[in-house]
């Protein structure tokens, strides 16, 4: 039961790392300082004033619900930051990584993964970087997905950087200076107490934030069919 949980949660997770908000193409790459801070609970990154940030999705370390939408007009580069939902104790990053590229190739999302960097580090954890790409409108869009592990609390963190095709350099190293300041926590992470999880399993099924076609997926996987 407890590895057919954890395929449900990897589904989930991934559906929430594809979708994020868009703003309009933006060409404006000047270097504002990053005055502004967000934290939360496991997290902080510095930003630019008047970046709008969206943290209602960020429900606490004990729910299966934790994203933060990060965007602003003027910018050719938007953020989608999700806590993947699994307390697996992964070996290594190496490990996170090929879940989130076979998870995403469970989801059934149409993207398609073009280009991986192993080896860096988001925050002095270890991090994998997966670049997919995803049509939208006409629009090629990439996301620049940060799989980090915090390997003290088995936390996966995914820092999804989002922008357009043809701004692959300017919006890169807009990206990236954000990205940079980063700084994580070390949490002890309460869905691995099996008391914990159930809990915030019964709220996210009420919530309808677990839908019945990934248990169907889940239940076949574990299944073997």
């Not at 999700?82 to 490990?95: L, M, S």
């Amino acid at each position: 039961m407890r590895d057919f949980v954890k395929i449900i949660f990897v589904l989930c997770a991934v559906t929430m790392t594809v979708a994020c908000t868009r703003p309009n193409r933006n060409n404006n790459t000047t270097e504002d300082p990053l005055s502004v801070k967000y934290e939360n609970d496991l997290f902080s990154i510095d930003l630019p004033s008047g970046w709008e940030i969206d943290d209602s999705g960020w429900l606490g370390l004990d729910s299966m619900q934790n994203e933060v939408e990060i965007h602003s007009s003027n910018s050719p580069v938007w953020f989608h930051i999700v806590k993947t939902f699994i307390p697996i104790q992964w070996k290594n990053v190496y490990e996170a990584t090929e879940m989130a590229i076979a998870a995403r190739a469970m989801s059934g999302a149409n993207v398609e993964l073009i280009k991986r960097t192993d080896s860096v580090e988001v925050g002095g954890y270890p991090t994998s970087i997966l670049y997919f790409a995803n049509v939208v409108d006409k629009d090629t869009i990439i996301q620049k997905q940060y799989v980090t592990y915090l390997e003290d609390s088995h936390i996966v963190i995914y820092f999804n950087e989002n922008f357009y095709s043809n701004q692959w350099d300017e919006a890169q190293k807009y990206g990236e200076k954000i990205i940079g300041s980063v700084k994580l926590k070390k949490v002890v992470n309460p869905l691995e107490k099996d008391s914990v999880m159930k809990e915030a399993i019964q709220k996210a099924m009420d919530g309808k934030k677990i839908q019945q076609e990934y248990i169907e997926k889940g239940k076949k996987i574990v299944n073997g069919k």
